[in-house]
């Protein structure tokens, strides 16, 4: 019985994953029945993948399993079409499900790892931060939407990681914080809230320094990271495909789109609207490349 428990936790272990830009995740339930963690041969698979697999996440977790969702809805209606007319292999279209379940499961294993190491206190800080990081973020996105510099400085922070990220992000929205006090004087946050921001990150980052290193986190994030990559290898191409198919088909080329492009032709439509009704002569801008 105590052999099979260390095993357990082993498993859990090994499936930590960093969070690049994730939405904070739910403290691991209590006395309750833990989320399925990765199996040895699920673990094996995303080992063999090549060390590249592991870089940094740019896309939220959360939003890319939904975006597979989205492709595969897509591809059960399209598919005869696309593979008949693109180079996408059956393969590589029916594998998204598979790609996007591992995902899920190293997502999972590495949230119920991820607390493990830290204080009740710095998990109750680390829970206020990530609000505060959250609420600021609205905030800053709503109230300063025409200003691009904000804008930009903000995307930067949308993807932070781990306790060290989180730390420097805090630092990074109190400044924006701190230079904005007027633009955001209505906005739903709390009291000096730069001042907040710096405190939990002072408070995070003395917590975290004292904390050993985690080797069995970096495993866990690293297994998450080879599974978000190896998903995301299939939906570009299966989006690609589709892109190349209905490139005359607006209606249909919308659901080839990675989030971020659309949210940017949303953009640019505007702006041009905007454009049209002042009676602007402004030369539009180029369009952005596609991303995937």
Excluded: C
Excluded at 13 to 18: L, R
Excluded at 32 to 47: E, F, N, S, Y
Excluded at 159 to 174: E, F, P
């Amino acid at each position: 019985m105590t052999r099979e428990k260390k095993k357990k936790s082993r498993t859990e272990a090994a499936s930590d994953t960093d969070t690049q830009g994730e939405k904070p995740s739910a403290e691991p339930p209590r006395g309750g029945k833990k989320k399925a963690a990765l199996t040895a041969a699920q673990r094996q698979q995303l080992l063999d993948l090549d060390p590249a697999y592991e870089a940094p996440l740019d896309h939220p977790v959360a939003d890319t399993l939904q975006e597979a969702r989205e492709l595969e809805a897509a591809l059960s209606k399209l598919g005869k079409e696309i593979y008949k007319k693109s180079r996408l292999s059956k393969e590589v279209g029916a594998s998204i499900s598979a790609r996007r379940d591992l995902l899920a499961a190293a997502e999972s294993a590495w949230t119920e790892v991820r607390t493990l190491p830290l204080s009740s206190d710095l998990r109750a800080r680390r829970k206020d931060a990530e609000a505060l990081k959250r609420d600021a973020i609205a905030a800053l996105r709503y109230f300063l939407a025409a200003d691009e510099d904000v804008e930009k400085r903000v995307d930067g922070i949308v993807l932070g990681a781990g306790v060290a990220d989180l730390v420097s992000d805090l630092n990074q929205l109190a400044e924006l914080l701190e230079q904005h006090r007027d633009a955001l004087a209505r906005a739903d946050l709390p009291k000096r809230a730069p001042e907040r921001a710096r405190e939990l990150a002072e408070a995070l980052g003395k917590g975290s320094a004292e904390r050993a290193v985690d080797p069995e986190g970096n495993a866990a994030m690293a297994l998450r990271n080879r599974a978000f990559w190896w998903l995301r290898e299939a939906m570009d191409e299966i989006r690609a495909a589709g892109r190349y198919v209905y490139r005359d088909e607006r209606k249909v080329l919308a659901l080839f789109r990675a989030s971020g492009a659309r949210a940017r032709a949303r953009q640019r439509a505007v702006k041009r609207d905007e454009a049209e009704t002042s009676g602007s002569n402004a030369t539009p801008a180029a369009p952005e490349p596609e991303s995937t």
